[in-house]
């Protein structure tokens, strides 16, 4: 009788488990509704989910039932987390991100404010300077070249006059 009282305790701790296991994967589903990630983010999330998972079961294992694994072990699990994504999964999801887009608006709106303040009293006026600034190099260029083919052109007048005058 004490063995299946046992076996009863394992199979609600691991029940519990199945719980822990499915509000870890809600805690990655909820990452991926809140925030934009590419495909290889996401390859690494599944990845260090199923790590925490595996670590969670083999925890479970050895802490509960001496390393033994049973098949009340897998009934547990799969109860817990059949019971977890049918009861509160929804709630929590739909709670959580709403939370997250809340607190992200929250903190998006000091931030733009300081990207345009930043903007308007250091990247603007920067921005006009250096406008200003390759204009008038642009002219200066553009005399100065303008010059040096009229002193190239006056050269040449006054070779050829040397030339005819005989000094050359």
């Not at 989910?49 to 897998?74: C, D, K, M, P, T």
Request: glycine content about 4%; overall charge positive.
């Amino acid at each position: 009788m004490e063995e299946l009282y046992n076996q009863l305790f394992c199979l609600l701790v691991f029940a519990i488990t199945g719980i822990a296991i499915g509000i870890l994967f809600d805690v990655f589903r909820i990452l991926r509704k809140s925030f934009k990630t590419t495909d290889w983010i996401t390859y690494i999330q599944d990845i260090l989910f199923w790590i925490l998972a595996g670590a969670i079961i083999l925890f479970s294992i050895f802490q509960f039932n001496n390393g033994e694994i049973r098949s009340y072990v897998f009934l547990g699990i799969i109860l817990g987390v059949i019971l977890y994504m049918l009861t509160i999964s929804k709630l929590i999801i739909k709670s959580s991100v709403f939370i997250i887009k809340w607190l992200k608006k929250i903190i998006s709106y000091p931030i733009h404010l300081f990207e345009n303040i930043l903007r308007k009293l250091i990247i603007n006026p920067i921005q006009f300077i250096s406008n200003k600034l390759q204009k008038n190099a642009n002219k200066f260029y553009k005399k100065t070249k303008n010059m040096t083919k009229s002193t190239k052109k006056g050269k040449k007048k006054r070779i050829k006059l040397k030339e005819k005058e005989g000094i050359l």
